[in-house]
């Protein structure tokens, strides 16, 4: 089973990135996914959660009104759409798969990792 997180990159302040999260070896079609980062020097933090079937999402504070989580269960695939960047952005970015249909911020309902993929914010 594996996770490939991809789409990062180094953008300006204010700029936007797509970020996509493929899935092989199984379907998460019946899981909830998320999005996960970890700036530099700081612990890893929940950015956006979305449920089995896309119908309920969630996101954190700092992210609400600026990011959208979306999935495609035909293609097995998870995706962060990224608006506004800003510097504060910087990180590693991880998806993820949850054991239920429905999860939110805790990093602990999540069994499946990406390796992630890095994304750079100038200012």
């Known amino acids: 089973v594996q996770l490939q997180a991809s789409g990062g990159g180094l953008v300006q302040a204010g700029g936007s990135l797509r970020l996509s999260c493929a899935a092989s070896?199984?379907?998460?079609?019946?899981?909830?996914m998320g999005w996960f980062r970890r700036a530099p020097g700081k612990e890893r933090e929940f950015v956006a959660a979305?449920?089995?079937?896309?119908?309920?999402?969630v996101y954190a504070d700092s992210v609400k009104g600026r990011f959208t989580i979306s999935r495609d269960n035909a293609k097995n695939t998870l995706y962060l759409q990224m608006n506004s960047l800003k510097p504060e952005d910087t990180a590693v970015y991880y998806c993820?798969?949850?054991?239920?249909?429905?999860?939110?911020?805790?990093?602990?309902?999540?069994?499946?990792w990406g390796q992630g993929t890095e994304v750079t914010v100038s200012s």
């Open positions: 979305i449920s089995w079937s896309g119908s309920s999402t």
């Open positions: 070896g199984r379907t998460f079609s019946n899981n909830a």
């Open positions: 993820a798969a949850a054991r239920s249909s429905y999860s939110g911020s805790l990093s602990r309902d999540y069994d499946y």
